[in-house]
């Protein structure tokens, strides 16, 4: 049974930094797209960054480039968020998702979800 299971989720200043894990099971990743989507309190998911499974060009959600970096190790089956410079315009709940086809901006693409982790930034 496939599980993506996220952590590093937490309230921070504005300004300030998360590191967001994603750790895969019940299969490999390693030849997997691997994506970070995100919900705010009354909004639709929205897409913030995805990386293919060679980890080569990353995508972004334009709002975010620049303050946030994806990566991912295969080795472990984990991906990461690195959020920087942290807005209170990005508290949302974040979620990981893996194994997309066709675009990958878009939340039907996605086959497998995590159960989302809160991030809460203040003012």
């Known amino acids: 049974q496939v599980q993506l299971v996220e952590s590093g989720g937490g309230l921070v200043q504005a300004g300030g930094s998360l590191r967001l894990s994603c750790a895969a099971s019940g299969r490999t990743f390693s030849r997997t797209n691997m994506g970070w989507f995100r919900q705010a309190p009354g909004k639709e998911r929205e897409f913030v960054a995805a990386i293919i499974w060679s980890a080569y060009n990353p995508y972004y959600k334009d709002s975010v480039k620049g303050r946030f970096t994806i990566s991912r190790d295969n080795a472990e089956n984990t991906v990461y968020l690195q959020m920087n410079s942290l807005k209170p315009e990005d508290t949302a709940v974040y979620y990981c998702?893996?194994?997309?086809?066709?675009?990958?901006?878009?939340?039907?693409?996605?086959?497998?979800w995590g159960q989302g982790t809160q991030v809460t930034v203040s003012s």
């Open positions: 998702a893996a194994d997309s086809a066709g675009g990958m901006g878009s939340v039907a693409n996605w086959t497998y």
